[in-house]
């Protein structure tokens, strides 16, 4: 089989978007398909085309199951992909309100700006997709352990490891064309109470590794430090008589 071609659609110059398109043969597949997040201009690249034919991919494996790398999963599905979605079995879990929920703000969000008036006379704005599109994304979606070797399309065996930051949190490993590569996702901290350390084998020919924080060495805090400095916001809002607002996978 050919060596395989990666080709980088997002996460360049920003930190969301993230996908990789995988080329080997004649199959195609993709490390994750996520949402642009932040300002304007950065969200109008989710509603332009795709830089490939959804119909030719045969695969997806995800990383995990934040929006910046989950989030135009329906989007591809509503353009004609129909292939396997491959993931945890934790990450398949978080996808069910990860993704409805996305679709359900974005249904909400075009029709509060189609209804303003300086947009009377203006063509209606398109979700992105739609709360039926997640559903049938979801549909796909199919999981397996980490540790496990498995076909994620043809020529393509894949590998997913710990990547110890949220639940369900994997790095990819494959194998296709003679050559072994690592996408990394998104990496946790070592040393956590709550989830083992990220991990992987060595003797990759190529790695695609996250790094948004790789200028920066991350402080050892403990669990009783983590909670006063939670208890340090919390009172500092109380005493402002201000909102406290904590994200869910915060």
Not at 14 to 21: I, L, P, R, W
Not at 105 to 134: F, W
Not at 150 to 170: C, M, Q, T
Request: a negative charge; charged letters at 20%.
């Amino acid at each position: 089989m050919d060596p395989p071609i990666v080709t980088i659609h997002g996460a360049g110059r920003t930190v969301t978007g993230s996908c990789f398109e995988v080329r080997s043969g004649d199959s195609r597949i993709l490390v994750d398909h996520g949402l642009f997040q932040g300002s304007r201009t950065l969200e109008t690249l989710n509603h332009a085309t795709e830089p490939f034919d959804p119909r030719s991919i045969d695969a997806v494996i995800l990383t995990h199951a934040h929006l910046d790398h989950s989030g135009l999963l329906p989007k591809l599905v509503a353009h004609g992909f129909s292939g396997p979605i491959w993931t945890t079995a934790p990450t398949a879990d978080l996808l069910v309100p990860m993704l409805g929920d996305a679709a359900r703000l974005q249904e909400q969000e075009v029709m509060r700006r189609n209804r303003r008036h300086d947009r009377a006379g203006d063509p209606p704005i398109q979700p992105i997709y739609t709360m039926a599109d997640a559903d049938a994304a979801l549909r796909l979606v199919q999981a397996k352990p980490q540790g496990q070797v498995f076909e994620a399309a043809a020529g393509f065996e894949a590998v997913l490891w710990n990547a110890g930051h949220i639940l369900g949190s994997s790095s990819v490993e494959l194998r296709c064309g003679g050559t072994r590569l690592l996408f990394s996702g998104d990496l946790g901290p070592a040393h956590k109470a709550f989830q083992a350390d990220p991990e992987a084998p060595a003797g990759f020919d190529h790695v695609f590794c996250e790094s948004t924080y790789g200028d920066r060495e991350r402080e050892t805090v403990t669990i009783e430090g983590r909670r006063e400095i939670l208890a340090t916001e919390i009172t500092d809002a109380i005493t402002r008589g201000g909102n406290l607002i904590i994200p869910v996978f915060a």
